[in-house]
């Protein structure tokens, strides 16, 4: 299947699962996951009506960013960072992102504010939470993240949006459901603290149904819509 097809399919998904949590499709908005996967194939996603681009690496992004220049140049396109990202790296990640979905220590948030501040730029983050005790998961724990939270709100260059989550890996996409509802759940919490926290990013390609309906607002999808991953 071609990337019309699957993401005509991916479509129809988020409209269903919408549907069924009686909620406005418009309010998902899909990040296409493009690591790994080459330039010929984003170009095409993104003239088919891909808005955002989650990459997971700093130095993949950074390429893709600059040979994609001129082939996606009319189209406003985002671009995320959704995996991990090394304090030694914030500098470039900051040039090349929209929104760093992977902030997890107030370590890490001081540099990203740090390099914003240099390059002028408020920089448009979401907390990742790790809600389960895989030890090779990144994310805040469940008990800093509102310490985290505090943290960022003070830091001038940074502008927080909401918070992400990634599941440990179960065939059965219920089984997530307690994941995607705790992080909403906290979501709700920290609200109450005061803070706004809009965007939910949560749900990938075999679970995003039941992320959409437990209340995502971004749903980080690959596979279903560019086919298995080589690497
Ligand atoms: C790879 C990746 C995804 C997409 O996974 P698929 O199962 O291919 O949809 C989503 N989120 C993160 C953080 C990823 O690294």
Redo the contacts with the bound molecule.
């Keep these: 299947m071609g990337i019309p097809e699957n993401l005509a399919a991916i479509r129809e998904r988020i409209c269903n699962a919408a549907a069924k949590a009686k909620r406005d499709p418009q309010d998902i908005k899909l990040v296409a ?1 493009t ?1 790994t996967v080459g330039l010929q194939k984003i170009a095409e996603a993104v003239s088919r009506g891909i808005l955002i681009l989650g990459e ?1 690496r700093v130095q993949e992004a950074q390429r893709k960013i600059s040979n994609l220049k001129f082939e996606i140049s009319n189209f406003e396109v985002e671009w995320h960072l ?2 991990h990202l090394q304090k030694n790296k914030a500098k470039y990640a900051v040039r090349l992102f929209d929104l760093i979905q992977t902030v997890d220590s107030t370590g890490l948030a001081k540099e990203i504010n740090i390099h914003s501040e240099k390059h002028g730029k408020v920089q448009r983050v979401l907390v990742q939470v790790k809600l389960s005790d895989e030890t090779a998961k990144h994310g805040t724990i469940e008990k800093d993240v509102m310490s985290l939270i505090r943290s960022i709100s003070e830091m001038k260059h940074l502008a927080l949006e909401g918070l992400m989550t ?1 599941p440990p890996y179960f065939e059965d996409p219920e089984m997530t459901r307690p994941y995607f509802r705790r992080l909403r759940q906290m979501r709700d919490d920290v609200e109450k603290a005061g803070f706004s926290l809009p965007e939910l990013s949560m749900g ?3 679970d995003f149904e039941v992320a959409i309906e437990e209340g995502a607002t971004m749903v ?5 819509l560019f086919g298995e991953r080589t690497q």
Excluded: C, D, E, L
């Design positions: 996951v690591k997971n959704i995996g990634m990938m390609s075999h980080r999808v690959g596979t279903a």
